[in-house]
């Protein structure tokens, strides 16, 4: 039985790696994330499209329509074929409420929304630990791995952190305070995962990989403990920002400029190009100025202050 022919559902965008968490922490973030509404087309239906994308905004006209190279599409029927349902057809639309390429987990939400939606749908009540790995697989079609970092915390909201990846799991933190946080995200620079990934080495020289685990253990501790100086002091990372910083213009004088303006801790969202920083007072100054760090680079931008959003993907209407 179904619980509607039609539901609409949003995902949040997130912000993996947290500093020196690479491929390890990620957290969810409030007020942007993409929207999919999935409708049930035909319960008797015998072929290969079982998921059809009818419509896609938002993009600039850049997503495929084909569901095999689409997060969404994938996903969902990556997500059927997981149920052993064969003979509905499913159509989603998708509006993208952020930039692609931008380092906010831009796939992930398209792909968790679709799985969210369906799940909803079909009334199969799939748990989040099997939802996953079928969202890790469109994961790694767009951007060559199969990370979980932006894909569980917009799933289930909050901040989460991999342990391991194989076996998968997952666990999620509650931190008790409210973290400030600013996103800064370049209207004019793309930086696609996969490129971003081929820039690092396979090799790092023990004292970094040292330094680089004290900082991941303690700022693991800070988010537990709600201490928001053991946070920022943990957010130095010796591994992944010196290589992607490279990618972004200006890097260095723009993380100089939140710190001289009162930012506690900053880097970059994901794979970039966006940054954000975490600040006590004063976070929209911190943001304005990140924003003049990219103008004398040209770059345009936009700022979003937002908090932890502890929800995740969630039902609009059914």
């Known amino acids: 039985m179904f619980k509607n022919d ?5 995902a949040p965008a997130t912000i993996a790696n947290f500093s020196c968490g690479f491929d390890i922490i990620g957290f969810a973030i409030d007020d942007i994330g993409d929207t999919v509404e999935a409708t049930i087309k035909s319960v008797n239906y015998k072929g290969n499209n079982n998921i059809i994308i009818s419509n896609i905004t938002g993009d600039d006209n850049v997503l495929s329509y084909d569901p095999l190279k689409n997060t969404a599409g994938i996903t969902a029927k990556n997500f059927l ?8 057809q499913i159509e989603l639309k998708i509006k993208k ?15 968790v929304a679709a799985i969210k939606a369906i799940n909803y749908l079909l009334n199969t009540n799939v748990s989040y630990e099997n939802m996953i790995p079928i969202l890790m697989e469109s994961e790694k079609v767009i951007s060559g791995k199969n990370h979980a970092d932006n ?7 909050g901040i989460t952190i991999i342990r391991s990846y194989n076996p998968l799991d997952i666990i999620p933190i509650k931190c008790p305070i409210k973290i400030n946080c600013v996103i800064v ?12 990934r081929k820039i690092l080495k396979d090799y790092y020289p023990l004292k970094d990989i ?3 685990l004290g900082n991941l253990a303690s700022l693991i501790v800070g988010l537990m403990k709600g201490d928001i100086n053991i946070i920022c002091k943990s957010m130095n990372d010796f591994i992944i920002e010196p290589a992607r910083s490279l990618l972004i213009p200006g890097y260095n004088n723009i993380k100089k400029n939140a710190i001289d303006n009162g ?19 004063n976070i929209k100054k911190i943001g304005q100025s990140i924003q003049k760090g990219f103008l004398k680079k040209n770059i345009k ?3 979003l202050i937002s908090n932890i959003n502890n929800k995740g993907a969630k039902i609009l209407v059914s």
């Not at 894909?151 to 909201?157: D, E, I, N, Q, R």
């Open 263 to 281: 930012a506690l801790g900053f880097s970059i969202c994901g794979s970039g190009p966006s940054v954000f920083a975490i600040g006590i007072d």
């Open 185 to 196: 995200y370049p209207l004019n620079l793309d930086l696609p995962t996969y490129y971003s």
């Open 81 to 88: 074929k997981y149920l052993n349902i064969n003979n509905i």
């Open 210 to 212: 040292v330094n680089q």
């Open 151 to 157: 894909v569980a915390p917009s799933l289930m909201g």
């Open 97 to 111: 409420n952020m930039p692609i390429c931008s380092g906010l987990g831009s796939s992930a939400a398209s792909a």
């Open 301 to 303: 931008t936009k700022m």
């Open 6 to 10: 039609s539901v609409k559902v949003f």
